[in-house]
């Protein structure tokens, strides 16, 4: 994950030094900003950005931001940028002598809970939590559908099924079809109950995009897209060849759990705008893992020529989708586009 620390005093700024230095870089990608003039140190970029300005760049590139400083710093830096719970970036603030960590906007789907949690742990300070059903330990609809990768098709519907919760109301929850749980695992408060098109439920989990009677209806996103494309190719062509594929298959963006690719198209201009478009997580592997993955692939000595792997889009799909996947689009071209789709296992879990 991305994260950007600005401060805005020496003191600050050292702060910053000290929290990088004790965040594991496998799970930070941190990069460290400052706002103040005294500040002179090569590891630190100076920021002379309107603070609006410098948190709306972070916003577009989908980095969570740590302040370390004043809260109210942070909330009228952020104020033009903030859209909705699902889309925000974790925003959080620290005090500059590292006494609390306060997660100020997407504590849940953005993980900011998380993330303070993890900052307070490091510099043994605390994490001050707000989010009504973490401090009161209950099941957080959000939450549950962000550790299951499950899409959210209307984020009112979290509201709800919360406002049940804390008010010691059972919640009725159909996990439909073929998708896998322990009843065991329910947490207190959630009745299980099988799929009847006749009733509406609190929350419904559903791999089908056509069922929509509850008030929280949350998608498997099962499917990988693994895509290849010659350099140059615009967003809108990408997204076209894609979109036909999925109807022609049947297949809802909305149960699209990630696109894959080969590492040297990480930076391919056209094939991220379209994830970030459609907020779907771009994946990229090096051509010696690609070619671990297991299955009948088609296989090109013009790919194994271009990139050391004799396939891209195939392999790419089955190694995103992990684990008992199966290739359920074998590899499609046009114009210098290829793309196959793989089916994920998906198994709910409560934990």
């Given at each position: 994950?991305k994260l ?6 020496n ?6 030094l000290?929290?990088k230095?004790?965040?594991k870089?496998?799970?930070?990608e ?7 003039s005294?500040v002179d140190d090569?590891?630190i970029?100076k920021t ?7 948190c709306?760049?972070r916003?577009?590139e989908k980095?969570a931001i740590?302040f ?12 033009p ?6 889309n925000?970036v974790?925003v959080l ?12 906007l997407?504590?849940?789907v953005?993980?900011a ?5 993890k ?6 300070a605390?994490?001050?939590?707000t989010t ?5 330990d209950?099941?957080a609809?959000?939450l549950?559908?962000?550790?299951n990768?499950?899409?959210?098709s209307?984020k009112?519907?979290i509201?709800k099924?919360s406002?049940k919760i804390l008010?010691?109301?059972?919640v009725?929850?159909?996990i ?5 749980f322990?009843?065991e695992?329910l947490?207190?408060g959630l009745?299980s109950?099988?799929y009847?098109a006749?009733?509406?439920?609190d929350?419904l989990?559903t791999?089908d995009?056509?069922?929509l009677?509850a008030?929280l209806?949350l998608y498997a ?5 693994g ?9 809108s062509?990408i997204?076209?060849f894609v979109k036909?594929?999925l ?5 809802d963006?909305k149960?699209?759990?990630c696109?894959a690719?080969?590492d040297?198209?990480?930076d391919?201009k056209?094939i991220?705008?379209f994830?970030?478009?459609y907020?779907?997580p771009f994946?990229t ?6 070619s671990?993955a ?5 296989s090109?000595?013009?790919v194994?020529?271009k990139v050391?792997v004799d396939?891209?889009?195939e392999?790419?799909?089955v ?8 290739l359920v689009?074998?590899k499609?071209?046009g114009?210098g586009?290829?793309?196959a789709i793989?089916?994920?296992k998906?198994?709910?879990s409560?934990?």
């Amino acid at each position: 994950m991305k994260l950007s620390i600005i401060s805005f005093t020496n003191k600050g700024a050292n702060l910053s030094l000290k929290i990088k230095d004790l965040l594991k870089e496998g799970d930070f990608e941190c990069t460290l900003y400052s706002a103040c003039s005294f500040v002179d140190d090569e590891r630190i970029n100076k920021t002379e950005d309107k603070l609006t300005e410098w948190c709306k760049k972070r916003f577009e590139e989908k980095s969570a931001i740590v302040f370390i400083g004043a809260l109210g710093i942070a909330v009228r830096g952020i104020a033009p940028s903030v859209k909705d719970k699902l889309n925000d970036v974790p925003v959080l603030v620290i005090d500059e002598n590292g006494i609390n960590v306060i997660p100020v906007l997407s504590g849940h789907v953005g993980g900011a809970n998380e993330i303070a949690r993890k900052i307070a742990s490091i510099l043994d300070a605390n994490a001050v939590i707000t989010t009504a059903t973490d401090i009161n330990d209950k099941f957080a609809a959000d939450l549950f559908a962000k550790k299951n990768d499950l899409y959210i098709s209307d984020k009112s519907g979290i509201a709800k099924v919360s406002s049940k919760i804390l008010e010691g109301i059972d919640v009725r929850i159909c996990i439909d079809g073929p998708l896998s749980f322990d009843k065991e695992d329910l947490p207190e408060g959630l009745r299980s109950e099988s799929y009847n098109a006749d009733e509406n439920f609190d929350i419904l989990v559903t791999n089908d995009p056509n069922r929509l009677n509850a008030d929280l209806v949350l998608y498997a996103r099962e499917y990988v897209l693994g895509i290849g494309c010659k350099k140059g190719k615009e967003s809108s062509e990408i997204e076209n060849f894609v979109k036909d594929i999925l109807a022609e298959n049947g297949i809802d963006i909305k149960t699209i759990a990630c696109v894959a690719s080969i590492d040297v198209k990480k930076d391919e201009k056209g094939i991220t705008e379209f994830c970030d478009k459609y907020g779907i997580p771009f994946v990229t592997y090096s051509a010696e893992e690609l070619s671990k993955a297991e299955g009948d692939f088609e296989s090109s000595d013009f790919v194994y020529e271009k990139v050391g792997v004799d396939n891209v889009s195939e392999r790419a799909a089955v190694t995103a989708a992990g684990a008992d996947s199966k290739l359920v689009v074998k590899k499609q071209a046009g114009e210098g586009k290829t793309l196959a789709i793989a089916k994920k296992k998906i198994n709910i879990s409560f934990g």
